[in-house]
């Protein structure tokens, strides 16, 4: 059975104290590794697509990276501006919306 | 950049009544949107697939009479959750592909919360 289970489910850091989220995936015929911001309420903001073992992506603080069994989002010297919801999902089949989420890794970063 | 607004951001109703959401593509046209739904602590979930101009398509598992699409311009999409009960209450939300490519960046709605007391 397709699953993507993301580690931990919470995470609690100092400004400044980077660290690293865990999404496993078991997705038959993966096109494509996702990564989106939640903030309470909203609905997820797109990160970084992976399609790739090996490929790694940045923005700002955040780099993502890839391999055939699991992503990492990685996040240098957070600051609470960064506090939200990281959910990762594998694109799977023919439509574009064919994704399998995680339920995510709710991040808080402290001043 | 793109945008896709979502309508409304919460809602309460009376169980048995129905209540429509609506999402929209601000600046670009999309063919297609999905809708999900998100239960408290569970992974968001693909409920159906909604075509301009044609009948939506829905997942295993979801009633397509109770959840009815309807994608009648090519920046309007809405579902109309019918005879709405406690069970119902949920996060929805839509996303809507910038293109066609199959890893196209999607956009999503702020969601709709919808309460059935």
């Known amino acids: 059975e397709d699953q993507v289970t993301q580690s931990p489910e919470a995470l609690r850091l100092q400004e400044g104290e980077s660290s690293s989220l865990n999404c496993s995936y078991t997705v038959s015929g993966l096109r494509g590794l996702f990564w989106y911001r939640q903030d309470p309420g909203k609905g997820p903001e797109f990160l970084f697509t992976l399609y790739s073992a090996g490929e790694e992506k940045e923005k700002e603080r955040l780099k993502a990276t890839l391999t055939k069994k699991e992503s990492f989002l990685h996040i240098t010297a957070p600051k609470p501006e960064d506090s939200a919801t990281y959910l990762c999902a594998g694109g799977y089949g023919g439509s574009q919306g064919n994704l399998i989420f995680g339920k995510g890794t709710k991040l808080s970063v402290k001043p | 950049g793109a945008v896709v607004s979502q309508h409304p951001s919460w809602v309460i109703c009376k169980s048995g009544t129905s209540v429509k959401i609506e999402c929209r593509s601000l600046d670009f046209q999309a063919t297609t949107m999905f809708w999900y739904r998100q239960f408290p602590k569970q992974s968001l979930m693909l409920m159906a697939t909604s075509n301009e101009g044609s009948k939506a398509t829905y997942e295993q598992g979801v009633e397509k009479d109770k959840f009815l699409i309807n994608h009648a311009s090519l920046t309007l999409s809405t579902l109309t959750v019918t005879s709405a009960h406690p069970e119902d209450s949920s996060f929805y939300i839509c996303?809507?592909?910038?293109?066609?490519?199959?890893?196209?960046?999607?956009?999503f709605g702020q969601g709709t919360r919808l309460t059935v007391v």
């Open positions: 996303s809507a592909p910038r293109g066609p490519g199959m890893n196209t960046e999607a956009f």
